[in-house]
């Protein structure tokens, strides 16, 4: 343990204290080491995703058990479940980046609203005709735009990003009204039509690989993601740097393998009522994507280093050099950037897009499933994958209440319960470790 | 005596009608721990922030190991090699050890972090400062005790070739404990070679690490010289009144630069 405190030997409750506080995988040396060293984190309030990981389960048996049939767990509704929960998961990852910041971005729903009528516009052949990578690119280029300007605004001028994202939403509402009546649609551009270009964008959320190519990307991935958890880990115990024991690599490899496997397995049930419909959806890997690119982005690199830090304390952000503004102003346009590719996935599942699209109550989702999945509201705390835990357990619940045949009414009331179960963990875990700082000697 | 590493002559800052120091002069030699004292808006502060760059002198000359510098910005200090502490420390609580000691400088291999290299690299600077094991140095910042803290706030500052290290009011929050182990590390800071300024009040802390020492008065330094020729009351009297009021005039080095006389 902790050099200083080893010196004053007489402290020993201190030293014992402090070992609780650390992150597993630091202080054990073996796997019984480190699950004690687990439970003593999560009695301190330092939970990771254990209460999301609990809720899921949760969701899940009481579904299961109560709903008609027990359809909860049949493979139709598992891939309906993650078709329903993809665009508040892209959106969760989106509204990631600036709550690591400590900000917030009120306006993702609307620009995710916007570049989905931007990308179906451009792609009608009755309208521009573009081909879909030309209409995908311009929509996510309007949300860098987006983006650009609301952060350059936030970090610049220093107004609260509530207050700026607030004009965003409200401003791009009306956009998204305006895009929504050109061409000749009455404001309801559809991607079901002619040409290979609106097909595309609509296989987007409907397309789907066949069962042995999903087999096959599966393995290739797991074995890549194995690898390279084995080869890392590996490495480090070599080095005698910190590193997990054995047994937990091969677990975390074991867990992404079942993982991997689950999802294949349910997608390649065939989930037509007449006929065949099996595989692997497209919008699957489109998400784990977005997931792996943003969570190497933010882990791995220097900007994702700073993003954390400015989220942890802005001052010694600055004083290490760090340019706020201009990191800021990146997560900003991140943020929109992913809000985007969420727009455009939302477009495909609805095959158009219409005034109906609730922006609004998106961002709300959004945040919510990023806070739901453990990202912190105070900034610094969280991670790319919170986003897709909590999107799950939002899409599910709104899942299973659908299978009740609930009103949405009472979908609302239980997000909104499980939101505040949420909020208050994250409270409280910061309230532990602030106080447990303070304290300890 | 030789030449010292910082040397500081007739440094003026004035903020708006506020005189904060008139022409201070000050030496800082290597291998040395030079206690700042003084008295709340005595100017320690001030006279901290112009060597790390963040005020600059409006007149006066800094000299840096005999040649005269301008230290511009805190980057140009660092370029020395002057680093400073502040009482705020500085570091992400929500970061380990090592992501902080090398935040605004981590080391990159192929577009991505070096995790391996920079842990190994603060591992090395700990342990050699004997502040804590390999173990433990993936540990966040927040679970940290304020001792622990203020040392790897400290390893952080040394980690980069500095040649000076400034430390503000290092003990003020600590309790008797990490303020021992506080105090000891400065000493080691001292016996690597290394240049230390402390402001402290404490004149405990003060005597106990102190090779010099130097008083602020209302912006003048009224006495610096060896900690030997001082005494706690003496320090106090400078720190209080700016003089010595029975015997005046008797100041280890210099009670130059003052323009009102002795209490």
Same mark, same amino acid.
């Given at each position: 343990?902790?050099?200083?405190?080893?010196?004053?030997?007489?402290?020993?409750?201190?030293?014992?204290?402090?070992?609780?506080?650390?992150?597993?995988?630091?202080?054990?040396?073996?796997?019984?080491?480190?699950?004690?060293?687990?439970?003593?984190?999560?009695?301190?309030?330092?939970?990771?995703?254990?209460?999301?990981?609990?809720?899921?389960?949760?969701?899940?048996?009481?579904?299961?058990?109560?709903?008609?049939?027990?359809?909860?767990?049949?493979?139709?509704?598992?891939?309906?479940?993650?078709?329903?929960?993809?665009?508040?998961?892209?959106?969760?990852?989106?509204?990631?980046?600036?709550?690591?910041?400590?900000?917030?971005?009120?306006?993702?729903?609307?620009?995710?609203?916007?570049?989905?009528?931007?990308?179906?516009?451009?792609?009608?052949?009755?309208?521009?005709?573009?081909?879909?990578?030309?209409?995908?690119?311009?929509?996510?280029?309007?949300?860098?735009?987006?983006?650009?300007?609301?952060?350059?605004?936030?970090?610049?001028?220093?107004?609260?990003?509530?207050?700026?994202?607030?004009?965003?939403? +409200?401003?791009?509402? #009306?956009?998204?009204? @305006? &895009? /929504?009546?050109?061409?000749? !649609?009455?404001? %309801?551009?559809?991607? $079901? *039509?002619?040409?290979?270009?609106?097909?595309?964008?609509?296989?987007?959320?409907?397309?789907?690989?066949?069962?042995?190519?999903?087999?096959?990307?599966?393995?290739?991935v797991i074995g890549l993601l194995a690898l390279s958890f084995w080869l890392r880990d590996a490495r480090r115990r070599r080095s005698g740097l910190v590193a997990p024991p054995v047994s937990i690599t091969l677990m975390k490899i074991s867990l992404?393998?079942?993982?991997?496997?689950?999802?294949?397995?349910?997608?390649?049930?065939?989930?037509?009522?007449?006929?065949?419909?099996?595989?692997?959806?497209?919008?699957?890997?489109?998400? +784990?994507?977005?997931? #792996?690119?943003?969570? @190497? &982005? /933010?882990?791995?690199?220097? !900007?994702?280093? %700073?993003?954390?830090? $400015? *989220?942890?304390?802005?001052?010694?952000?600055?004083?290490?050099?760090?340019?706020?503004?201009?990191?800021?102003?990146?997560?900003?346009?991140?943020?929109?950037?992913?809000?985007?590719?969420?727009?455009?996935?939302?477009?495909?599942?609805?095959?158009?897009?219409?005034?109906?699209?609730?922006?609004?109550?998106?961002?709300?989702?959004?945040?919510?499933?990023?806070?739901?999945?453990?990202?912190?509201?105070?900034?610094?705390?969280?991670?790319?994958?919170?986003?897709?835990?909590?999107?799950?357990?939002?899409?599910?619940?709104?899942?299973?209440?659908?299978?009740?045949? +609930?009103?949405?009414?009472?979908?609302?009331?239980?997000?909104?319960?499980?939101?505040?179960?949420?909020?208050?963990?994250?409270?409280?875990?910061?309230?532990?470790?602030?106080?447990?700082?303070?304290?300890?000697? | 005596?030789?030449?010292?590493?910082?040397?500081l002559r007739e440094v003026d800052k004035h903020f708006g009608p506020v005189q904060a120091l008139t022409r201070v002069d000050l030496d800082v030699p290597a291998t040395q721990v030079t206690c700042l004292c003084g008295d709340n808006g005595a100017?320690?502060?001030?006279?901290?922030?112009?060597?790390?760059?963040?005020?600059?002198?409006?007149?006066?000359?800094?000299?840096?190991?005999?040649?005269?510098?301008?230290?511009?910005?805190?980057?140009?200090?660092?370029?020395?090699?002057?680093?400073?502490?502040?009482?705020?420390?500085?570091?992400?609580?929500?970061?380990?050890?090592?992501?902080?000691?090398?935040?605004?400088?981590?080391?990159?291999?192929?577009?991505?972090?070096?995790?391996?290299?920079?842990?190994?690299?603060?591992?090395?600077?700990?342990?050699?400062?004997?502040?804590?094991?390999?173990?433990?140095?993936?540990?966040p910042v927040a679970s940290l005790s304020g001792g622990q803290r203020q040392s790897v706030a400290v390893a952080k500052a040394v980690m980069w070739n500095s040649k000076l290290v400034i430390m503000d009011e290092p003990t003020a929050a600590l309790?008797?404990?990490?303020?021992?182990?506080?105090?000891?590390?400065?000493?080691?800071?001292?016996?690597?070679?290394?240049?230390?300024?402390?402001?402290?009040?404490?004149?405990?802390?003060?005597?106990?690490?102190?090779?010099?020492?130097?008083?602020?008065?209302?912006?003048?330094?009224?006495?610096?010289?060896?900690?030997?020729?001082?005494?706690?009351?003496?320090?106090?009297?400078?720190?209080?009144?700016?003089?010595?009021?029975?015997?005046?005039?008797?100041?280890?080095?210099?009670?130059?630069?003052?323009?009102?006389?002795?209490?």
């Amino acid at each position: 343990m902790a050099q200083p405190d080893a010196e004053v030997p007489e402290d020993l409750t201190a030293v014992k204290n402090v070992t609780l506080e650390l992150p597993p995988e630091i202080v054990a040396q073996s796997l019984a080491e480190y699950a004690r060293a687990w439970v003593g984190r999560v009695r301190s309030g330092e939970s990771g995703v254990l209460p999301v990981i609990a809720a899921m389960v949760i969701i899940t048996v009481v579904f299961q058990v109560i709903s008609p049939n027990h359809v909860f767990l049949t493979g139709n509704n598992l891939v309906n479940l993650f078709q329903q929960s993809a665009v508040v998961i892209v959106l969760a990852m989106a509204e990631g980046f600036v709550l690591l910041l400590g900000e917030i971005d009120l306006s993702v729903g609307y620009a995710a609203g916007v570049a989905g009528v931007i990308g179906v516009q451009l792609a009608e052949p009755q309208t521009t005709n573009w081909p879909w990578w030309a209409a995908i690119g311009g929509a996510l280029l309007f949300c860098v735009f987006v983006g650009a300007i609301q952060g350059t605004i936030i970090s610049r001028l220093r107004v609260p990003a509530f207050v700026v994202t607030l004009g965003g939403f +409200l401003i791009l509402n #009306g956009l998204m009204l @305006i &895009l /929504l009546l050109l061409g000749p !649609f009455s404001g %309801y551009p559809s991607l $079901i *039509g002619p040409g290979p270009n609106l097909s595309v964008m609509h296989q987007l959320m409907w397309g789907h690989f066949e069962p042995l190519e999903s087999w096959i990307g599966m393995a290739v991935v797991i074995g890549l993601l194995a690898l390279s958890f084995w080869l890392r880990d590996a490495r480090r115990r070599r080095s005698g740097l910190v590193a997990p024991p054995v047994s937990i690599t091969l677990m975390k490899i074991s867990l992404v393998t079942v993982a991997g496997v689950g999802v294949v397995a349910i997608c390649n049930i065939n989930r037509a009522l007449f006929g065949t419909l099996e595989g692997v959806p497209w919008f699957i890997p489109i998400v +784990l994507g977005v997931l #792996g690119a943003w969570t @190497i &982005l /933010l882990e791995r690199t220097k !900007f994702g280093r %700073y993003i954390y830090a $400015i *989220g942890g304390n802005p001052e010694a952000a600055r004083r290490a050099g760090v340019s706020l503004p201009n990191v800021r102003t990146i997560g900003f346009i991140l943020c929109s950037l992913t809000a985007g590719i969420g727009g455009l996935l939302y477009a495909s599942y609805l095959d158009g897009m219409s005034n109906n699209v609730n922006g609004g109550q998106l961002v709300l989702y959004a945040v919510a499933a990023a806070v739901i999945g453990g990202t912190s509201l105070f900034g610094g705390r969280g991670r790319t994958l919170h986003g897709v835990l909590g999107g799950l357990v939002i899409g599910g619940i709104a899942n299973g209440m659908y299978l009740l045949q +609930l009103q949405v009414q009472w979908v609302f009331i239980v997000t909104g319960f499980v939101l505040l179960a949420a909020v208050t963990i994250d409270a409280l875990s910061r309230r532990g470790s602030a106080t447990g700082g303070s304290g300890r000697v | 005596m030789t030449e010292p590493l910082l040397k500081l002559r007739e440094v003026d800052k004035h903020f708006g009608p506020v005189q904060a120091l008139t022409r201070v002069d000050l030496d800082v030699p290597a291998t040395q721990v030079t206690c700042l004292c003084g008295d709340n808006g005595a100017g320690k502060s001030v006279l901290i922030k112009c060597i790390a760059g963040i005020h600059q002198p409006d007149h006066g000359q800094v000299y840096w190991d005999g040649e005269p510098v301008h230290i511009r910005t805190p980057r140009d200090a660092s370029h020395l090699g002057i680093e400073t502490v502040y009482q705020d420390l500085a570091l992400a609580d929500n970061l380990d050890i090592v992501q902080n000691m090398f935040l605004g400088r981590e080391t990159v291999r192929r577009g991505l972090l070096d995790e391996d290299s920079m842990e190994r690299a603060a591992s090395e600077t700990l342990s050699s400062l004997r502040v804590t094991t390999v173990r433990s140095i993936r540990q966040p910042v927040a679970s940290l005790s304020g001792g622990q803290r203020q040392s790897v706030a400290v390893a952080k500052a040394v980690m980069w070739n500095s040649k000076l290290v400034i430390m503000d009011e290092p003990t003020a929050a600590l309790g008797v404990m990490q303020t021992r182990m506080v105090l000891d590390l400065v000493k080691r800071l001292r016996d690597r070679g290394l240049a230390v300024i402390v402001i402290s009040h404490n004149l405990n802390d003060v005597f106990e690490v102190a090779d010099r020492i130097a008083v602020l008065h209302l912006g003048h330094m009224v006495v610096q010289g060896a900690a030997a020729e001082f005494d706690r009351q003496k320090v106090v009297e400078y720190m209080t009144t700016g003089g010595l009021g029975r015997d005046a005039g008797s100041a280890p080095i210099r009670a130059g630069g003052r323009q009102d006389g002795p209490a």
